[in-house]
Each structure stands twice: as structure tokens, then as C-alpha cells.
DNA sequence: CGATAATACGGAGAACCTCTCCGCTTGGCT
DNA sequence: AGCCAAGCGGAGAGGTTCTCCGTATTATCG
């Protein structure tokens, strides 16, 4: 635990008076709650609204949507990096294959808030790209390195490959069609290449 | 060749005045620049100008975006249709293959204009739907009765699978990866699920 | 070849959204 | 207490979606 949302330290660039960063965590709250109901193209007026503060408090937190949508998805998605580490004590392979579904549920869970964001170039960053791809590589060189997952893979890939299941497959289509394509794709992830 | 478009029959349901199928036509040629320009977001207001028509006219005839862009879609994917009856000279495994990677390249180069409208449900009824469906049931069992393709994959689930990759690698994205994630996919495609 | 009725057009306009700008308030510091 | 930078909020410009209805056009029939 490294207190990574920083609740204690005093980040460079972020808000120095109270009122701003009351506003802030409002605006965080405000906007997981209404992308929730309404997907990742909800009002940001009405964000603002809930919120209790005016448009140009919000853009001034956060200029893009983007920006808002990714600090949301921060701490949400900071517990798959909790998850990755909790996984380590378990099979390299049992591990990938959790890890991965576990993923997939946050996902197909968000409304597309996920996919939204990470179906655009993972650039760096970007919080919730950065932690994401970092869990992932984290659960795969583990498999790689037990032979429990092919070289040839990068974390880059999975996380595309189970976005792309969570986009095409909505929150509304079958589950079990998600998860049954998922363990195809983690079958072909385990075949070793050399096998052709 | 079956005139699918329907140039030449009357279909019920469709404008019988000469200057209503005359805007019809304009409206799709505009849609399909605008769309390809764009992005599936585009202003349908911008659509109409450039059509030549008010906004009410785009809107009789097209009552949502969905709409236009489906019809839209209609006639590009009827040349994967077409593509899929081509490749039924060759083998069932290359055409399956090629029909695939086919695929993912329309949907990779359409600005999302065949994710967005396939990422939700596949309801039966939008045209597109329907012929991909069919174009990739006749790959696709070609391929299983062959064994080149396990049972217990069926046409939505690699319609999903191609669809999800372009949607996570966008057009933007590295194209190689895009071609390396579906040649992954395929091979878990033609493994025997007895293989435990 | 008119006349008539059904059909389709078009654009004004209501409601909404994004995003900016700037006068006013408020919190932190001395 | 008093100053002043940091922050607030909301009016408003410009764009979008979608509707409604008076007007124009087309097909049809006498």
C-alpha cells in the first residue's frame, strides 16, 4: 500500500485552497454515480449540477471528458491492482485466467467507461492506462515465465483483447458469451507458437 | 447476384415518389462521405446540407442515427457477402482465415461506423446484421464441417471477436497488432476443444 | 390535359449540450 | 483584521438533435 491516490502527500499541480478540493472530490463522486446511470457520454452540466457547483468548476478540474472519466476509473480500477497482487500467491496460470476475468467483469460492469476510454491509443500517461497495463504485465511475465503463457504476447495485447470482448459483447448481451469468448482466446494464450 | 439493394423491385414500405427515393439516394451518398470524413458522430445536420435537403427530410427517412448508418453500411457489406461466396473456391480453412481478416480490415477502416452499430445487441431486423451473420455462418461452417474450425464456435462469437479487436485497436492503432491479436484468435478458433 | 388528394419537403424553433469568459467571493497568510 | 491570489459560478455563444406544420410537388383519375 502506497497510499497511491495520495490522500496524505500534497501533489504538485493539484489544488492547494479547501473549497477546491471539496469540489474536486465532489465532482469525482457526482460524475462515477452518473456515468453509472448513463453511460460515458452522460451530461457534464449535469455532473456539475449533482455536484452542486457551476460548468466552469468542472472544466476547471477537469478540462476534457476524458480527464474526468479516466480520474473516475482511477481508484476502480486501482483494485485490479490490488487484485493482481493478491494473485500472486496462486498458480501463474490460475492466476492469468482470474486475473483476466476479473477484468472482464470491470469492464462489461462500466458502461463502456473502460472501453471508452482504452479503446482510443493507451497513451502514457494516462493514470488508469498506466495502472492497468502495469497489473497486467505484472500477471503476465509471471505466466510467461512458468511457460504458462506464450512469449509472444504483450500485456498490451490481453488488455486489448478483453476490452474488445467487453465493448463488442455490451453490458446488456449475454455474460456467458463473454466469458466462454474469453477462455477461447486465453486457450490460444497458453498454446505455445512453435506448435504451427 | 440477387439485386439485394433492391434498384430494381418496389419493396413495400419504401417512398413511392420519384423525388423521395431520388433524396433518399442523396442522403446515403452524403452519409457515407460525411461518415467516412467524421467519424459515425458526425453532425446529421451537416449530412442533410450536404445532401441538399432540411434536417425533416433526413429524419422522415432516416429516423435515428442508427438508422442511417445502418442503411449506410448496408451495401459496403455486401461486398464481404460477395467476398464470402468467392472464397468458397478455396479451402475451408484459408477461407475462413481470409474472410476473417477481410473483415476485420472493413471494420477497422470505417471509423467505427461498423463497431458502433455492431457493438450493441445484434438484433435481427438492421440489415447488416443480418448479411454479416449470414456471410459468416458460410464461412464459418464450411470451416467446421471441414474440421478446420471447432464445433462450438459459432458465427456471433467471431463476429464479436473481429469486431472487439477493431473496436480496441482503433483505426489509429498499430495495424499490425490488430492482424496479430486475429491470427491469435484463429488459432484457438481451429483448436479441438477435446484437447483439455 | 387539368384537377384533386395524397405525399413529401423544408426550415423555423425548442430544448439541450459543450465550453469560455470574467466579475465576484472566499480561503489562506501575515 | 486585511490583503490578494485562487477559485467560483453562471450568463451566453455556438453547435446539435429532433419536431411540427404550412407549402410545394407528384401521381392519379376523370
Known sequence: MQTVGGRTSVEPGHPRRADALRNRERLLVAARETFAEEGPDASLNEIARRAGVGPGTLYRHFPTRRALQSAVLA???????ERADELAATSPAEALTAWLHA????????????GSLLSEPLEPGFDCH???RKAA?????RAQQAGAARPDV?????IRLVVGIALSAGPDADPGQAARLLDLVLEAVRTSPALE
Open 75 to 81: 481508484d476502480r480500477i486501482d483494485r485490479l491492482r
Open 103 to 114: 477484468f472482464l467483469a470491470h469492464a462489461r460492469s462500466d458502461h463502456g467507461l473502460t
Open 130 to 132: 498506466e495502472i492497468i
Open 137 to 141: 504485465t505484472l500477471v503476465l511475465t
Open 154 to 158: 504483450s500485456a498490451d495485447d490481453l
